[in-house]
């Protein structure tokens, strides 16, 4: 039996396309993996959803058994769900289930009919946490929910390979530092594929950058594992010293007012640019104090 849902292990999403919440819920999310009695698509799926809530974190062992690989139905009618929660819980136990498992809680028809109509996309998906499902959905999907990249996207990736392994390894440190600024997480097999080089290169790099510009990597390891900067980390090109952040406050102190000063030194420190000096120094507005 050809079964769609068995084809979509094969297609498993890449660690490094996954939206998340925040960071509890990446780590919930990767911790609960590792202990996972099977990685399937249903169980990526049912961990992800999950995961979106503070609610559902704290109570997963009231949710799911990991011992057992079964859902609670009883815990949809608890006494510490909202009404965030439990549309994360039934959309959750539906990708795993494919099923509406909560009807079974009830015997009378009426309230088998009415819980069937809460698993509704319109009932569910009538959240802040959309978005969030829609990640979880892909997780359960992923044969149906991956764009195909267009002609155009295909040549200009293979362009950006071919250049990047035509670096120097200066080079290559400069351009892995700023590919990690803006991309913020990554793995060991993208990094191979994207400069030509083995993983133990990989981590060469790694090291000569932390030796170099102290670069704050964290490594996650396993089956599903990563590497990522930590949150904030600028490289040094995207950032001034603190000679030039004084300087520049400075120039915004004599030119600015009141609420229009806080607002610019926090553009100088996220953003330090010779274009943002020139701007301060007078450029095409003039935001000099009128006395």
Known sequence: MNNTALRAETQ?????DIVFKNEDHEKFYYEKLEQARCQDCYYRALIY????????????????DMKSGYIKTECL???????????????????????TP??????????????????????IFCSSYAVYFWEGIKLRYPEYCHRLKSVEEILEGMKDEVDARSLSEA????????????????SYRELENRYGIKATAVTRAKNKLTDLFDVPFVNVSGR??????EDGWRPPMYSLTSRQEFSLIRVVNGYCTGRDIE?????????????????????????????
Request: charged share 25%; glycine share 12%.
């Open 12 to 16: 498993s999403v890449s660690s490094t």
């Open 49 to 64: 959803v999950l995961g979106i809530s503070g609610d559902t974190r704290k109570h997963f062992s009231q949710i799911y």
């Open 77 to 99: 009618y608890q006494g510490w769900q909202t009404s965030g929660s439990i549309k994360v819980i039934r959309l959750a136990f539906n990708l795993y289930t494919d099923g």
């Open 102 to 123: 909560g009807v079974t809680y009830f015997e009378g028809g009426g309230r088998q009919v009415s819980e069937c109509r809460s698993y509704s996309v319109s009932d």
């Open 171 to 186: 080079e290559r440190l400069l351009d892995l530092m700023s590919f990690l600024y803006h991309r913020r997480k990554t």
């Open 224 to 229: 599903n594992g990563y590497i990522k900067v």
């Open 263 to 291: 607002i610019l030194k926090t553009i100088l420190i996220d953003f330090g640019h010779y274009r943002t000096y020139a701007f301060c120094l007078g450029g095409e507005h003039d935001y000099r104090r009128k006395d």
